[in-house]
């Protein structure tokens, strides 16, 4: 069983910037495809950021490129997002995903993650 955790969420300016953390349990955590994703009040969840296990691919969504960098710490079995230039239609739950499906591909649809964690809540104020 894997439990992810995030943190780093809150409420901040239009053009701020955040860091998101999710803290992974497990052994294995290397070997994870990881991802987050984000729903705002009456949407479906949505895509934003994934990296496959070895690190080598990323992906991000269009609403975020450019803005937005998804890194992760094996060592310390966490998977970072820093988020910049942060605007209103950023404001939603953000979520991490984790699978351990081992594939260079990066996973970029939820039913493809296997664990989740509870979410943590990004608000951009205008």
């Known amino acids: 069983q894997v439990q992810l955790v995030e943190s780093g969420g809150g409420l901040v300016q239009a053009g701020g910037s955040l860091r998101l953390s999710c803290a992974a349990s497990?052994?294995?955590?290397?070997?994870?495809?990881l991802g987050w994703f984000r729903q705002a009040p009456g949407k479906e969840r949505e895509f934003a950021a994934a990296i496959n296990w070895s690190g080598s691919r990323t992906s991000y969504a269009g609403s975020v490129k450019g803005r937005v960098t998804l890194s992760r710490d094996n060592a310390k079995n966490t998977v970072y997002l820093q988020m910049n230039n942060l605007k209103p239609e950023d404001t939603a739950v953000y979520y991490c995903?984790?699978?351990?499906?081992?594939?260079?591909?990066?996973?970029?649809?939820?039913?493809?993650?296997?664990?989740w964690g509870q979410g943590t809540q990004v608000t951009v104020s205008s």
């Open positions: 497990g052994r294995s955590f290397s070997l994870y495809n």
């Open positions: 995903a984790a699978t351990h499906t081992q594939t260079t591909m990066v996973l970029t649809t939820p039913y493809e993650y296997d664990y």
